[in-house]
């Protein structure tokens, strides 16, 4: 089941949104999408809604569109306690809020960076679930991981060679592929499994 939402955005956070959907090559949809997903446990207070609001509303320049969301964050969005506001408004003012954090670790970029098709032999568990999950919450799996690598982990984990290994066509940004290239230790398959278990991890949160 999907729903289309009805959002408003402040003219300064949509162009925000636009430089972050630019450096992760991917689309409007998608980086929102991941933003729900990473800030799922997060809640606004009645009057944190309604001081999003307005502060959208005030803004002569403010962008309206569309987007489509899936079951999976229909039950978490709806679920939450939205007071007397629609689902549309509280998403609308839930987003604004996260983009009005300074987050400098969230990369921006003016230009839409090109993708780059790379093969891996990774896990096959761990490939079969990032398909599924991608499948699952509507956020494609170049966005994903490209969203993942612009973070680094705690700590790293070595294979084990024991497991099915499987040919996985990944499509990476060059900021991507720069940090996938940047250990010594690990191999570049490695990194990404890593990185796999980390969304699984959040997800099963």
């Not at 024991?162 to 010594?184: A, C, H, I, M, R």
Request: charged share 25%; aromatic share 14%; proline share 1%.
């Amino acid at each position: 089941m999907k729903e289309r939402i009805y959002l408003k955005m402040s003219d300064s956070n949509y162009q925000k949104l636009i430089r972050r959907v630019n450096y992760l090559g991917s689309t409007r949809t998608n980086v929102i999408l991941m933003s729900l997903f990473l800030y799922q446990d997060s809640d606004l207070t009645e009057e944190q809604v309604y001081d999003n609001l307005t502060e959208i509303d005030f803004d002569t320049e403010q962008h309206e569109f569309y987007f489509e969301i899936n079951s999976y964050f229909l039950t978490i969005f709806k679920n939450k306690q939205r007071y007397l506001f629609s689902l549309d408004e509280y998403l609308a003012a839930f987003l604004n809020a996260l983009l009005n954090e300074d987050d400098d670790t969230c990369k921006e970029a003016d230009t839409k960076q090109p993708k780059i098709r790379r093969v891996y032999h990774i896990d096959e568990s761990l490939e079969q679930w990032l398909s599924s999950f991608s499948e699952e919450t509507g956020i494609v799996q170049t966005t994903l991981l490209n969203y993942s690598f612009m973070y680094r982990l705690p700590d790293y984990q070595k294979r084990s060679n024991e497991s099915n290994k499987v040919k996985k066509g990944l499509f990476l940004t060059q900021p991507s592929l720069d940090y996938l290239q940047s250990f010594e230790d690990y191999s570049v398959a490695e990194i990404i499994e890593n990185h796999i278990k980390a969304l699984k991890g959040i997800a099963a949160t």
